[in-house]
């Protein structure tokens, strides 16, 4: 059995980011314990870990797990673990976490988009997996709740951006990547935000020269996302690889133009790695 398992996470890499719930007039007394704090804690780290059996200590905004097996490359592909997006849990601080902040509230965050799928593709004799995924933060919901019912959690739903992924990776047997594939990845190869070769430069290979593993991620400016692909079979152990990582750790996500950095997508072309 050949398996094939994909991970990807979402966090913020800032120790914490303004809350502008809690700057409104009214703070907490009449919004909730959303404005309890002057910020959202954020999950305060930058680099990634490099595998992802190594990611249990860490927080992340939401996270999305597809893994599937064959017998034999060409078989019928069999899903063996599609758990959907997890959210991650918001919380609001008392102040910055250096200056001894604390969390005064904490909400799970909304899941908003969960789909994850696999086929096999003949013509290209590659299976291709596709993922969706995408989350909100709670808290302006439940203010916009709370200040004017319903009608207020739908227009603060509304208008808080989602973190957001879109992926498309494939298996492909063989090494060369059709023609019409090349032409749209190239589209997306020169604004790249991929910093995984640059970041985790080894292992360079799942362990083979003669497949190719390769695909798209369409995602926002902001936060920070990685892509893990690991690949095993009952001859040896898995090998788990970033093959994207997108920093977000220098973006700003506030102040003039910050939204464009949470609402506006960004496609890019997943580093290719031999299998």
């Known amino acids: 059995m050949i398996t094939f398992r994909q991970d990807v996470f979402a966090w913020i890499p800032q120790p914490e980011i303004p809350n502008p719930i809690h700057t409104l007039e009214a703070g907490s007394k009449i919004l909730g314990p959303g404005g309890c704090g002057p910020y959202f804690g954020g999950d305060n780290f930058v680099i990634p870990t490099s595998n992802r059996h190594a990611w249990a200590a860490r927080t992340y905004r939401a996270m999305q797990t597809f893994e599937f097996g064959v017998r034999s490359f060409g078989d019928p592909p069999l899903v063996r673990d599609s758990t959907g997006v997890r959210p991650g849990t918001t919380t609001v601080l008392t102040g910055k976490r250096s200056e001894g902040g604390r969390i005064c509230y904490s909400h799970v965050a909304t899941v908003k988009a969960s789909s994850g799928q696999v086929k096999w593709v003949p013509s290209d004799h590659w299976y291709e997996v596709n993922l969706h995924g995408a989350a909100q933060d709670p808290v302006p919901t439940i203010v916009g709740q709370r200040a004017l019912g ?19 990776i494939r298996f492909q047997s063989g090494t060369g990547i059709p023609a019409w594939t090349r032409v749209q990845y190239a589209k997306s190869s020169a604004t790249s935000l991929d910093v995984s070769k640059k970041t985790f430069p080894f292992p360079a290979n799942f362990g083979g020269a003669n497949n190719l593993v390769h695909g798209t991620i369409t995602v926002r400016r902001f936060p920070s996302y990685v892509v893990y ?4 079979n009952d001859a040896a152990a898995p090998i788990s690889i970033p093959v994207y990582f997108a920093d977000a750790s220098g973006r700003n996500p506030w ?9 506006v997508a960004h496609t890019d072309v997943l580093r290719p790695l031999t299998w």
Do not use: C
């Not at 319903?150 to 498309?168: C, K, V």
């Open 229 to 232: 692909v690991t690949i095993s």
């Open 255 to 263: 102040g003039m133009g910050a939204l464009a950095e949470i609402l």
């Open 150 to 168: 319903s009608f207020g959690a739908t227009l603060a739903s509304a208008a808080t951006p989602n973190l957001e992924w879109d992926l498309t």
